[in-house]
């Protein structure tokens, strides 16, 4: 028996010795890898410098060149023309042409993604270049190049009906192993137009749970984790071995507000749910993030966010009396009521990030405190917008992230004048379609988009509660990390291992 | 031969259960399916109506219940288990990587439960009431009842962040199972040993043991002889049962360490609404079920000749 135990302790041993340094950058985000389809797992590809687009952002959401060199409007806006840069090679070792080019677009646009929602009247190869010609002008078309749906891919990426079969882009890194649902590895492509990465291999794994990844940052296993929980964040600080990185990103923590809803249609009414929301406590408190949010957008959505806006307060003896003004007078219970109805209401959100269940549970004691009782609904991501097709929503605790497309206007766009699923429900504003519509033609400038800022402030369809944080984990072995807000790209290519 | 026949009618009969029992219950889960697929493929922050839209006219998910459930059942016959909803991928495709992962998984924890706790329990079961079966007593009642979750968070605590003998979590190489096989095993390896020691108690008290000891066999003589495979009779049986166990016990390992096994995979595909994934998961584990209960028949059978007869 003991004979067994030590052969035992042995083989654990054996294993273990050689469990830390080896020449791969490790990576772990809680993303999953569904498969080489470029619309549902493109973002990886690109966040892990795989795949490429024609239009790249740098730090401050400035477009710079990707695999397009300069591009250009007409004069009637109308025809967009990127110039590709030259001696692009895929991983495959095929050259990038503008006829690649536009396969890779035409399939990327045929797929549901934000590409498909443009007015783009046809995709056209020209001479080292592609056009792309529009019904009406649209001046942030290029930030929709850069985006990760749009990743440009060799024609063989592609089954004939434009699925995505494999992965043969154009990054530093080529793929070498792609295995869903965690796992991705890549290695240095020698023929890369631009610097070679520091690093020669690279993996990705996808792991769920915050908690453990940020017991592999603590453990020293891996080198680059993506995404860590509020309470490791504190943890990890107090870690050498480790250092933890954070940025502002361009993403909000926001309720939705349904404004057909008749408790909820009088601006007032939505204004007393947002005096109620004890902001700074909840950004502090439940999300580790030094201040909440005074307007939507975030000080890093450049000429959306206006500083001399009156930010929003916390002031329930406020809230009350506006309500009291509607109409609204405490029940027995506290909660108020208006006609024999209570004011009661759901809030809908989603476990899929971890903060919003515990979110929705202080609004609750929040609202509480001026008479308006929620339900709380954790459910799946869909049944906001699906709630909001059907009308059936009332509020929902979301986050929207604004330049996914580094551009903001597209989700403006969206969100405010259009139907958006996720932006105002039941809500029309004619000055800000105005506004919107005009700076998506390109017209007007950050006077225009601090009046949007102005009027959503001022009208509530939807309550900003927090501005996001990013926060990630680095190992001590490798230097050069940055940490891109506008979530795009681990930037892998740019590290390398610590002296 | 008639188990075996025996045990395949059941398989049939369970296939055929289980297909249709998650095809009813994936049907009357409220929510639109169609959204929550998109919600699967494309993310929460990119999906919307005309994703959910073009979801829903891909899969023709508007159709009637009943022509769906009889084209699954009628695809299995040809052992055709469909595609994924989210991924596009052949069921069979994805159930055959992350069954091969749980699989291996779950071999290495019963193999390190079966090292660890029948030894301890013989060798407790032979001096009942001395110090090791009362330690033993206290020791594996405290593992069974630290629940997987809390004990793969500790095991990574201690092993991986204090020690750094090994990764916290991953997979891919065979480092990378011994903390989640571990975490697996203790609970079984706690059961194991308390069966262990009561079969190895039981048996030393039986006169044959004390005639073969008269007889002048050692003690180690008579376990080798006539002890182990006495013993062995009631831990292979008790292998089937710890199987349930060991399921549940996977499908929060793996969340915990990020293992793509048929634990994860059967979550994702719950969550969203990727039916012909959560049919042919189940199937699997239930055929699953099945077959290693035939290979636990048999095994008792050679083992214990009274159940052959």
């Known amino acids: 028996m003991r004979h067994h135990l030590s052969l035992a302790a042995a083989t654990l041993l054996a294993a273990a010795v050689p469990a830390l340094a080896d020449d791969t950058l490790d990576v772990v985000a809680p993303f999953e890898v569904q498969g080489a389809e470029p619309s549902t797992t493109g973002y990886i590809f690109t966040r892990m410098s795989i795949a490429e687009t024609l239009v790249n952002a740098d730090a401050e959401g400035q477009l710079t060149p990707g695999l397009a060199t300069e591009w250009q409007a007409s004069e009637d806006g109308l025809t967009w023309t990127f110039t590709l840069r030259e001696g692009v090679v895929f991983h495959d070792g095929t050259e990038m042409t503008p006829d690649t080019v536009v396969n890779a677009l035409e399939i990327a646009r045929a797929k549901p993604g934000a590409l498909q929602e443009l007015p783009i009247d046809g995709i056209a190869a020209a001479d080292g270049a592609v056009t792309v010609t529009l019904t009406e002008p649209l001046a942030a078309l290029p930030a929709f190049m850069a985006e990760a749906r749009s990743q440009i891919l060799a024609p063989a990426a592609y089954a004939p009906d434009g699925t995505g079969t494999e992965v043969i882009g154009t990054g530093p890194y080529r793929l070498t192993s792609l295995q869903p649902p965690l796992s991705v590895k890549a290695t240095a492509f020698a023929d890369y137009w631009g610097a070679a990465p520091h690093i020669p291999n690279v993996s990705y794994s996808g792991v769920s749970r915050a908690e453990t990844r940020a017991l592999m940052a603590e453990s020293g296993e891996v080198e680059y984790v993506f995404g860590l929980d509020p309470a490791s964040v504190s943890r990890l600080n107090m870690l050498d071995n480790v250092e933890v990185l954070s940025v502002a990103i361009p993403r909000t923590l926001l309720i939705k507000v349904n404004a057909g809803h008749p408790f909820l249609s009088e601006p007032d009414a939505r204004r007393a749910l947002s005096l109620a929301i004890d902001r700074a406590g909840i950004a502090t408190a439940v999300l580790r993030f030094p201040e909440g949010a005074t307007q939507l957008f975030p000080p890093s959505v450049a000429g959306w966010h206006d500083a001399g806006i009156a930010p929003l307060e916390h002031d329930v003896e406020q809230a009350k009396s506006l309500l009291a003004g509607l109409g609204w007078t405490p029940g027995d219970d506290g909660i108020l009521t208006r006609d024999g109805e209570r004011f009661a209401l759901t809030l809908t959100t989603f476990s899929s990030r971890a903060e919003l269940p515990l979110v929705s549970a202080v609004l609750e004691r929040q609202f509480r405190e001026i008479g308006v009782e929620l339900a709380i609904n954790v459910t799946n991501a869909s049944a906001i917008p699906a709630g909001h097709q059907d009308g059936s929503l009332e509020l929902g605790l979301l986050t929207r992230n604004f330049a996914l497309i580094p551009d903001p206007i597209g989700t403006v766009m969206a969100d405010y004048v259009g139907n958006g699923d996720w932006g105002a429900m039941n809500w029309q504003n004619d000055e800000i379609g105005t506004l919107v519509r005009g700076l998506a033609r390109g017209e007007g400038g950050d006077a225009e988009r601090a009046r949007v800022s102005a009027i959503l402030q001022e009208d509530l369809p939807i309550i900003p509660i927090a501005w996001y944080q990013q926060t990630l984990a680095v190992s001590e072995r490798v230097a050069g990390t940055d940490i891109d807000p506008y979530e795009r790209t681990f930037g892998l290519e740019k590290i390398r291992w610590a002296e | ?309």
Do not use: C
């Not at chain 2, 169609?34 to 006219?57: C, F, T």
């Not at chain 2, 009942?128 to 007593?137: C, E, I, K, Y």
């Not at chain 2, 055929?287 to 007869?309: E, K």
């Open chain 2, 1 to 309: 031969m008639k188990v075996l026949a025996a045990r395949l009618g059941q398989a049939v009969m369970v296939a055929v259960l289980i297909g249709t029992a998650t095809f009813v219950m994936m049907r009357s889960l409220p929510g639109d399916a169609a959204w929550r697929i998109a919600a699967g493929r494309y993310g929460y922050d990119n999906v919307d109506a005309a994703s959910a839209a073009a979801v829903r006219e891909e899969l023709g998910l508007d159709g009637p219940a009943l022509p769906a459930l009889l084209q699954w059942l009628g695809d299995l016959v040809r052992l055709d288990f469909g595609k994924s909803l989210v991924t596009g991928q052949p069921v069979t495709a994805e159930l055959a990587h992350q069954l091969g992962a749980s699989a291996a998984l779950a071999l290495v924890a019963v193999v390190m439960s079966l090292v660890i706790g029948p030894p301890l329990g013989i060798l407790a079961g032979l001096r009942p009431g001395g110090l090791l079966d009362r330690a033993l007593l206290v020791v594996s009642t405290g593992l069974k009842a630290v629940p997987q979750f809390l004990m793969a968070l500790v095991l990574i605590v201690i092993l991986a962040v204090q020690f750094r003998l090994l990764p916290a979590a991953g997979h891919g190489e065979a480092r990378h199972f011994i903390l989640p096989a571990l975490a697996l095993a203790t609970g079984l390896a706690a059961v194991n040993a308390r069966i262990a020691r009561d079969a190895m108690a039981r048996i030393a008290d039986m006169q044959f043991w004390r005639f073969a000891q008269w007889k002048g066999l050692s003690e180690r003589q008579t376990l080798t002889r006539h002890g182990l495979r006495n013993v062995a009779v009631p831990l292979v049986t008790y292998l089937g049962l710890q199987f349930v166990t060991l399921v549940e016990g996977v499908i929060v390992v793996e969340a915990v360490f990020g293992w793509p096994g048929i634990g994860h995979a059967l979550v994702h595909a719950i969550f969203s609404r990727d039916v012909p994934m959560v049919q042919g998961t189940a199937l699997v584990l239930g055929l699953g079920f099945v077959l290693v209960n035939a290979g636990i028949d048999l095994a008792v059978r050679r083992l214990d000749p009274r159940a052959a007869a």
